[in-house]
């Protein structure tokens, strides 16, 4: 009899196990403001993007070889999903993009953009000064030429910059006077590319400055800083002509003006001093005196410091 309850208790027990393991469960219903796909075209395809719905960010990687400047990504969102904003080609160097998704269920998601550009590492910046010898750059200067292991030819990729003792960063810039560019040599250590014809900008302050070169999110600094100092003033080649009496203009895209002390002609074989009236670090203003006879004439400029210079351009004066 006692058997008998037990296994009738067993049956019912078994019963209600099985009702219940029939039993539906309902889960919460997922938010439909997602997106699906993230790809941004390339040379040779697409790169899709990695979405980790956790942390609600959207990662592409990157890499170097392609040298991007911009993303034009290709979204694709939930069936009735939108997105609040425009989707505009994002600079590779960005780290504010967000994505903003409206769901048909009125949810809403927000997704962090993050590039990461797959580079070799280190960066090395070569040395252009020494233990015991800082190299001096003038104002001005468009023939400043570094090297490192950049990876690249294209001089938009390499930046460049004097780093002062307030940590700005002052960037080098394509030169006024000659074509900035790139080039590649083998050495036993391998590539050194050559960034040729950078110029540093004439308003830079004299003083010692450290040096450093950024390849998209690689840094590198030199261990030796670099001199700026005033160099030999040049003037941009370009004849003026001017009635005696009047004044006109020189100017400089290269080495600035500094202690500007004579600007002279030599008139019948006499030298003949044009009076500087004014002068800052790009341009000067001369004024011929109502003696000189109309003539073509070339200058000599005086510097402190530098020895006088005579310019192969001319100064043509005509009558009044």
Not at 94 to 114: F, M, N
Not at 200 to 229: C, F, M, N, W
């Amino acid at each position: 009899m006692k058997l008998n309850h037990i296994l009738i208790l067993f049956c019912l027990t078994a019963s209600t196990l099985l009702v219940a393991c029939k039993k539906k469960i309902d889960y919460p219903a997922q938010p439909n403001s997602k997106i699906e796909s993230f790809k941004v075209p390339v040379s040779d395809g697409e790169i899709t993007g990695v979405i980790d719905e956790s942390d609600q960010t959207i990662t592409v990687y990157l890499p170097f070889f392609y040298q991007l400047d911009v993303i034009d990504p290709k979204i694709k969102l939930a069936e009735g999903a939108v997105l609040k904003e425009t989707v505009v080609p994002v600079d590779v160097m960005d780290t504010k993009t967000t994505y903003t998704v409206v769901g048909a269920d009125k949810t809403s998601s927000t997704y962090k953009l993050i590039i990461n550009i797959q580079q070799i590492t280190p960066l090395v910046l070569d040395e252009v000064s020494t233990a015991g010898n800082t190299s001096k750059w003038g104002i001005g200067n468009g023939f400043i030429a570094v090297s490192g292991n950049f990876n690249t030819t294209d001089v938009t990729k390499v930046k460049v910059y004097l780093v002062g003792t307030d940590g700005k960063e002052i960037a080098l810039v394509p030169s006024a006077s000659s074509t900035t560019g790139i080039g590649v040599a083998l050495t036993p250590s391998g590539k050194t590319y050559r960034l040729a014809n950078l110029q540093v900008p004439q308003t830079v302050d004299p003083g010692i400055y450290k040096l450093r070169a950024k390849v998209y999110s690689l840094v590198s600094e030199a261990k030796y800083p670099v001199e700026i100092v005033y160099g030999r003033p040049q003037v941009t080649y370009a004849g003026v002509t001017a009635k005696s009496g009047e004044t006109f203009k020189i100017t400089t895209k290269a080495e600035v003006f500094h202690q500007f002390s004579e600007f002279s002609i030599m008139v019948k074989g006499q030298k003949t001093v044009l009076p500087i009236v004014s002068y800052n670090r790009t341009e000067a203003v001369i004024r011929v005196p109502e003696e000189v006879p109309a003539g073509v004439y070339q200058p000599t400029l005086r510097f402190e410091g530098w020895p006088a210079t005579t310019f192969g351009w001319t100064v043509t004066v005509t009558p009044r």
